[in-house]
């Protein structure tokens, strides 16, 4: 079987966001940066030892969005196999069914991929007001913007759109004191096996 | 004053180095057994020196401390010297301000031990630190002191006030015997007076040490300083008194019954107000709860199946309660040994209270209420070792430079 | 050590006859003229005594060869000119090259004006995964072998503040559902009793509030690790392992230089990376963001946004110590 997954690769770019981070007049760099999202606009299928971007388009041109599917078990050719977990939302909620490779707001707008956080903003209120004002989703570089950026992660860096819960992580560092009982060995929970990197 | 001829600056140049001269003789002349007893605490104290030296060279990894329980044997022992120390102070409260003639023969012995005892603390602190070689920046003027928001500090001062003060009360006593002369109070009493207030002091700002620390729950008690205070007036006379029969036995230090007999009633009263603050204590602990109680469970019955310390805590108890039964038994100066029985119960009761049983539960479980347990190294072991023969070749020269002088068979021939 | 240094001075064989002609009280027959068999034994036991002390002192040789002069004599971090911080420095770095083979760079880095730190970690994103503690471990030269890291995180029953009921052991697949993970570093007390306790004046509070410790003044004696209540101090048990290919090399004196065994060192807040405007290890190491870092006297920073907006919580409050380092949760 061909395996068709969403493809979560992570860019270097950097993009700008709509959203209003802390001012940063006259200084030679942003206050703040945001890694570009993980580029989504198509899926990757294996071909020849070679992984090969199909965009969106190259299906839906001529296969019409199913409006009713809510459930990945519905879902056959290149979405086979997705992992599914968003609420009760159906595909097109977020999808844009004139042109599958945007988005769409609640208030039936189009929205360019690339603006997904708005998309996110719509539902998660809280967790925009958190990552805006800095309190949610880390970041790296500097907290001095005088001195330089900070890196901040893009909402997608650490949700998967489609099953956006934070996934489990093994500890790998812990510490090996004297006398200190070692680490007992538990065996992993099973619900929790699912990998810690989304690539 | 009784002597003829003032004493002259010029011939105090030429008799106080005699006079030192001849403490080195006597210190170093006696007795096969006194030679025996002092070459085999030589050897103990050497393999506690060579212990030292290992774990200075490899790092404290050598003892079985952790950051988890930071401080271990050493500071136990440093704990419980303190208290041994101001214990001495109990020979010098009824010559002094009871004016007891019979005790004013011997207090001296009372005053050897705190200065035998201060040398055993400021070793164990010695041995306790990370970097002996940087002992300099503990030293005001030349280092950086910070008095008086240490009480570590504190204690240094107060620890090397003690020192002196009983050097100088005996130094001076002994100069003026070996002088032929009479002492004359001015240059003493007031000394005296105040090294029973220093003896309070020295337990008290040590306790301070400890209980000032809102973050060990254990600790952190108003009743720690006078429980120290309690258990040093245990383990002070009670040494006193196996001193006293040692020195009848082998010196012509003779204390008279009459001696050990006020030292008993001492310690009648000290040892059941010890185990009233212990049982205080715990009460509080225990009929709280809640996890400031973790340590003394942990003390009692251990915590998380982790029970190191519960056989040195009941030992200590029943050592301790032992101890108050036989003090308390009816005319106990007749039964010579089993008095000594009992004061060797109420010391090492005490030294076990004092020490591992105060210390380590202070860090166990940890502030992070994780649970690491110590048990002291053989390293830890040799050194307390060391210091505690040294401590006793220190006491026993210290004796017997006083009793031969005090003998009269050490004067200076005019 | 006294009484064996001062035996040699006071019983040697040469002052013999004065010392045995005052003790007519022993026991012993007195001696029959001239050196007596007593000062004999006496000087031979003296002999015996210093040879043992020599070879029980033998251990001591290692450490004193590799106490350099200008290491012992170095006078307080505070103290220093800026010549002799320079040649400190010099020092230090040569230090590191000959005990680790590793080329590294020390700086001294001084608080930021206007700047006091400050650190709030969200218990809501936490999910005790430890990339922090591994990144303390990496990032400030930390021994090798014994996992050291400043960072100990708690995993606690959700409902309980116990730390009773915490546990720094587990070793599984995280987080689980009835539990949540809190990060325990210092806290860097506006009133902290370790730099109260310390009686050398080791370790003090900055101007920009971060507590640190001068390595090469720390006499070992731990009374600050006994203090804190929060587990925040180190003791250098024995010299620190560290590869020469993972050292890192960008160091400062206060900061992430290998520290020398038998010190005290604790959490410096990264001061060698947040001194010059950048984040901590453990905040740039955080996959959940769940630690956030910056300026508490800048009223535009995330931190300060977070003291503004959040419930946040000290640990222990009751003792007083008054942390810049906050908790909060999201619900």
Redesign the interface.
């Known amino acids: 079987m061909a395996s068709a997954v969403l493809t979560l690769g992570c860019s270097p770019d950097r993009i700008d966001l709509p959203v209003e981070l ?2 940063n007049e006259g200084a030679p760099h942003p206050a703040v940066v945001v890694l570009s999202p993980p580029d989504r606009s198509g899926v990757v299928v294996e071909s020849g030892g070679s992984d090969v971007a199909i965009p969106c388009g190259t299906c839906h041109a001529t296969r019409d969005p199913n409006l009713a599917t809510r459930s990945s078990e519905e879902l056959d050719q290149f979405h086979s196999g997705l992992e599914y977990a968003h609420g009760d939302l159906s595909c097109l909620s977020c999808h844009d069914h004139d042109d599958p490779a945007e988005l769409r707001l609640a208030d039936g707008r189009s929205l360019p991929a690339r603006r997904s956080i708005e998309l996110c903003a719509q539902c998660h209120g ?1 967790q925009y007001r ?1 990552y805006s ?12 913007k ?3 950026s ?1 890196v901040r ?1 893009h909402c997608l860096h ?1 949700h998967d759109p489609h099953a956006p819960s ?1 996934p ?22 099973k619900d ?2 699912k990998k810690e990197n989304h690539g | 004053m009784n002597d003829a001829t003032p004493v002259t600056a010029e011939r105090h140049l030429t008799s106080y180095p005699k006079f030192l001269w001849r403490s080195v003789v006597l210190a170093t002349d006696g007795s096969a057994l006194f030679y025996a007893w002092m070459t085999v605490l030589t050897a103990i104290a050497l393999v506690g020196f060579n212990a030292w030296c290992h774990q200075v060279s490899e790092g404290m990894i050598t003892t079985h401390m952790t950051d988890h329980v930071s401080w271990g044997l050493y500071i136990a022992n440093f704990t419980f010297g303190v208290g041994l120390a101001a214990g001495g102070v109990m020979m010098v409260i009824p010559a002094y301000l009871y004016h007891d003639r019979k005790m004013h023969d011997v207090v001296i012995v009372g005053e050897l031990l705190a200065i035998a005892a201060i040398v055993i603390c400021l070793l164990f602190v010695v041995a306790d630190l990370g970097r002996p070689d940087r002992f300099w920046h503990l030293i005001p003027g030349i280092g950086r002191f910070n008095f008086p928001m240490s009480m570590l500090t504190w204690d240094v001062i107060v620890l090397n006030g003690y020192l002196l003060i009983n050097l100088h009360i005996c130094g001076y006593l002994l100069y003026q015997r070996f002088l032929n002369r009479e002492p004359n109070p001015k240059w003493y009493v007031p000394f005296v007076m105040l090294s029973i207030v220093w003896a309070i002091s020295i337990h008290t700002v040590t306790a301070f040490l400890y209980c000032g620390l809102g973050g060990r729950p254990f600790w952190n008690s108003g009743l720690l300083a006078p429980r120290f205070l309690a258990s040093a007036f245990v383990s002070g006379p009670a040494f006193i008194i196996v001193t006293l029969y040692i020195l009848r036995r082998f010196s012509r230090i003779r204390a008279s019954t009459r001696v050990i007999e006020t030292l008993v009633k001492i310690l009648r009263v000290t040892v059941l107000i010890n185990l009233l603050m212990f049982a205080s204590e715990m009460f509080t602990e225990f009929y709280t709860g809640g996890s400031h109680a973790s340590a003394a469970h942990y003390l009692f019955f251990g915590l998380h199946g982790k029970t190191a310390l519960v056989p040195w805590t009941w030992s200590s108890l029943a050592l301790n309660i032992f101890a108050a039964v036989i003090f308390l038994t009816p005319r106990i100066t007749t039964k010579p040994a089993l008095l000594i029985v009992g004061c060797a119960m109420g010391f090492c009761g005490v030294w076990i209270e004092k020490g591992m049983g105060l210390i380590i539960p202070g860090f166990v479980p940890s502030t992070l209420h994780e649970i690491v347990e110590y048990t002291p190294s053989l390293v830890e072991w040799k050194v307390t070792a060391g210091i505690w023969a040294f401590g006793f070749m220190v006491f026993t020269v210290a004796l017997k430079i006083a009793g031969r002088v005090f003998d009269g068979d050490h004067r200076l021939k005019v | 050590m006294t009484a064996e240094s001062s035996t040699p001075n006071g019983g040697g064989p040469d002052s013999g006859p004065g010392a045995a002609s005052g003790n007519s009280a022993t026991s012993t027959p007195p001696p029959p003229g001239g050196i007596s068999r007593r000062t004999v034994v006496k000087g031979m036991g003296v002999t015996l005594g210093a040879a043992a002390f020599g070879i029980a002192a033998n251990p001591l040789k290692s450490f004193v060869e590799d106490l350099t002069f200008d290491e012992f004599i170095q006078r307080h971090y505070k103290e220093l000119t800026n010549d002799e911080l320079t040649a400190v420095l010099a020092r230090l770095k040569t230090e590191v090259k000959e005990d680790y083979g590793a080329d590294v760079e020390i700086k001294d880095h001084r608080p930021l004006k206007g700047v006091k730190f400050g650190y709030a970690i969200n218990l809501s994103l936490c999910n005790g995964n430890g990339k922090c503690v591994e990144a303390c471990h990496k990032e400030n030269n930390h021994d090798r072998a014994t996992n050291q890291s400043y960072i100990r995180v708690l995993e606690m029953p959700k409902g309980t503040m116990d730390m009773e009921k915490g546990n720094t052991t587990y070793n599984h697949a995280v987080p689980l559902k009835d539990k949540y993970y809190m990060p325990v570093q210092c806290l860097q007390c506006d009133n902290p009793p370790c730099v109260d306790v310390c009686p050398v004046q080791a370790t003090w509070k900055e101007a920009d509030g971060i507590v640190v410790v001068d390595y090469n003044w720390c006499i070992g004696c731990r009374y600050c690790e006994a203090a804190c209540p929060y587990h925040a101090r180190r003791f250098n048990w024995t010299t620190p392992e560290i590869p020469a290919d993972e050292m890192n090399p960008i160091q400062s004196y206060l900061a992430n230089r290998p520290r020398p065994k038998g010190t005290v060192e604790k959490c410096h807040f990264c001061l060698h990376k947040t001194r010059e405007g950048k984040a901590p290890a453990c905040m740039e190491a955080c996959p959940t963001g769940a630690r956030v870092f910056g300026n508490m006297l800048d009223p535009d920073s995330s931190v300060r946004w977070i003291l503004e907006n959040k419930r946040v919580f000290v640990l222990k409050e009751e003792l007083g110590t008054q942390p810049s380092l906050f908790y909060f949760f999201d619900e």
Do not use: I, V
Request: overall charge negative.
């Open positions: 802390n001012g809280p958190d004002a800095g309190s949610h989703g880390g970041g790296s570089g500097y907290w001095d005088r001195q330089g900070l992660n650490c934070f489990a992580m093994q500890p790998t560092f812990k510490p090996k004191d004297r006398f200190l009982d070692a680490p007992s060995h538990e065996s992993p929970d929790s096996a």
